[in-house]
């Protein structure tokens, strides 16, 4: 399918940043984005990149009462030589259309996925910012934009893709954040679609999150929604413990996303000849180690902020001090070895690394 382009004009365009510090996350976005169609009778069409510009819904679209919506998020990052990269993309595509499936929703051909990013990406590429830890985040969405009340699958759907500058997630930047355990609620339960990157999910924590905001921790690490005993991940990233000389990670068992960085952690851990599980972790086992000093790390991971070391654990009313409160020296290891990779400084073993064109 053709990707038509419809420029901005030069009069309605954006001012860049200038100050890379004050980026955030989220916050800003380019001046164009990408836009496709579907329709059952047709599949999908009308691909174009356009002004950035609000959308047209009507108040009867299936999204804003039925939920059938899923996202990624991703990043391009600006080489030292200018060069500009992907990291990993074509897993992201690939979880999307298992999103996509697990909600009903059609599936995006891979190659036409890749060229609209790719497109977008480089008509935007004044806005990648130059700093190291800065990039151009990524946000491909997919929305059911079908007129109806009934509870069914929507026969219509609207595929769009937006990018922005960004800088640190957290605003601790790479220093050990603090989180708080929740017994009370859970993120996802058995059968559901807790591995899919699906917005029920991230609405259904919110509660939990604010609750733990306002007592002060940055995230809520969810345990397993039948026993409130086994760790599943921590806000909305996966979680790492290393325990004596071993990293351990619970397992991908449905209600967990499966991550990106989560695979490339645990790809990089293995090669560098450390001994990497995939297992359940019960709160007490983290306890046990943690009084027995055999817990020494524990980092979280995802797109948005790589690696991010945990600092306290709060659990049952009772904080635990992970490694004195500082960054242990995997996570700090891990986090630039994924940054060098993500910027081209150094080799890619693994293949994960596409310039872009």
Known sequence: ?????????????????????????????????????????????DAMIEPYRPLSLEPTAMCLHYGQEVFEGLKAYRGRDGSIFLFRPFENIKRMNISAERLCMPTIDTELFMEAMKKLVLMEQD?????????????????????????????????????????????????????????????????????????????????????????????????DAIERRYIEEVGTSNIFFVIDDELITPP?????????????????????????????????????????????????????????????ICYQGKVHIIGQGRTGPLAERLYNEILEIQYGEKEDPFGWRVKID
Request: net charge positive.
């Open 1 to 45: 399918m053709e990707i038509r382009i419809v420029p901005a004009p030069p009069e309605k365009r954006k001012a860049k940043p200038t100050d890379e510090s004050k980026l955030g996350f989220g916050r800003i976005f380019t001046d164009h984005f990408f836009t496709m169609k579907y329709h059952q009778e047709r599949g999908w069409y």
């Open 252 to 312: 991908l068992a449905g209600t967990i996303l499966p991550g990106v960085t989560r695979d490339s952690v645990i790809k990089i851990v293995r090669s560098w000849g450390i001994p990497v599980l995939e297992r359940p972790l019960a709160m007490d086992e983290i306890i046990s180690a943690s009084a027995d000093g055999k817990l020494k790390e524990v980092f979280a991971s995802g797109t948005a902020a790589i690696v991010s070391p945990i600092g306290h």
């Open 127 to 223: 806005w990648i910012p130059h700093g190291r830890g800065t990039s151009l985040y990524i946000r491909p969405t997919m929305i059911a934009t079908e007129r109806s009340l009934g509870v069914h699958p929507s026969n219509e759907y609207l595929f769009f893709i937006v990018v922005g500058p960004v800088g640190a997630y957290y605003p601790e930047g790479f220093n050990p954040t603090k989180i708080y355990v929740s017994e009370e609620y859970v993120r996802s339960t058995p059968g559901g679609t807790g591995y899919c990157k699906a917005a029920g999910n991230y609405a259904a924590s919110l509660y939990a999150s604010k609750l733990a905001t306002e007592m002060g921790y940055t995230q809520v690490l969810w345990l």
